[in-house]
């Protein structure tokens, strides 16, 4: 089993607004990410997660952050987005974290469609 | 710097011909991956290569991974309409410490 679910699957929000992305995955993988993704472009990446600690933080904006409970869950808060913020967001997990030398396949969730007005 | 060159970026075709997708690098990887993704959807893992050299087959597609580890080509056999999709070449770099993505190549298969 490879799977990484996402909730929910279409969120639209107005600018003052608060909520939350959710990611879980139960394959026992240590490493869990956050992507944005335009149309037509590649996912850029935004977090890293590392055994639950944060270990890459791609010098992305206050407005979003991140949160890992436990190693099955991930979230990610957004507060006072912009409307250029709307985009395809898309989380992954891998076995191991980015060069560990082990297993780092990322394998990634269906995303949340995220539209803030 | 894009760290992974991905060509072309887009591709259209009638189906029943074949095609090549590269993916070059001046940078080493430790491993690379293809994915194939669909609007709207998440990218779904078709293979991952590891071995400098390497060739894996996966139905009427061929992944060949370079002798050095800084490229890799996705090859497929009489494409068919189900093949369309945004194609992506991934990969472990070991200078930047993290992975990174080519820019994809928007495949269109018209029957």
């Known amino acids: 089993d490879t799977e990484v679910t996402q909730t929910p699957k279409h969120l639209v929000m107005g600018m003052t607004n608060k909520k939350s992305l959710k990611c879980e995955q139960h394959?026992?993988?240590?490493?869990m990410y956050w992507y944005k993704q335009k149309a037509k472009k590649p996912p850029e990446l935004m977090f890293v997660?590392?055994?639950?600690?944060?270990?890459i933080n791609e010098s992305v904006p206050s407005r979003f952050s991140p949160e890992c409970p436990n190693s099955s869950l991930l979230n990610l808060h957004l507060h006072a987005l912009q409307p250029e913020d709307s985009a395809l967001y898309l989380c992954?997990?891998?076995?191991?974290?980015?060069?560990?030398?082990?297993?780092?396949?990322?394998?990634f969730g269906p995303g949340t469609r995220l539209l803030v007005l | 710097t894009q760290l992974l060159e991905q060509s072309p970026q887009f591709l259209s075709i009638q189906e029943g011909e074949n095609l090549t997708v590269y993916c070059n690098s001046s940078?080493?990887?430790?491993?690379l991956q293809w994915y194939r993704q669909e609007p709207g959807e998440g990218p779904v893992l078709l293979v991952t290569v590891v071995t400098g050299g390497e060739v894996k087959k996966l139905k009427r597609l061929t992944f060949q991974f370079g002798d050095a580890r800084k490229d890799s080509s996705l090859h497929i056999t009489a494409a068919q309409p189900g093949d369309t999709g945004l194609y992506l070449c991934?990969?472990?770099?070991?200078?930047?410490?993290?992975?990174?993505f080519g820019d994809g190549t928007t495949l269109t298969v018209k029957p």
């Open positions: 394959m026992g993988h240590r490493a």
């Open positions: 997660y590392s055994y639950e600690k944060l270990s």
């Open positions: 992954a997990s891998s076995q191991d974290p980015p060069l560990a030398g082990g297993h780092e396949t990322q394998y």
């Open positions: 940078s080493v990887f430790s491993s």
């Open positions: 991934a990969g472990e770099d070991v200078n930047a410490g993290k992975s990174t």
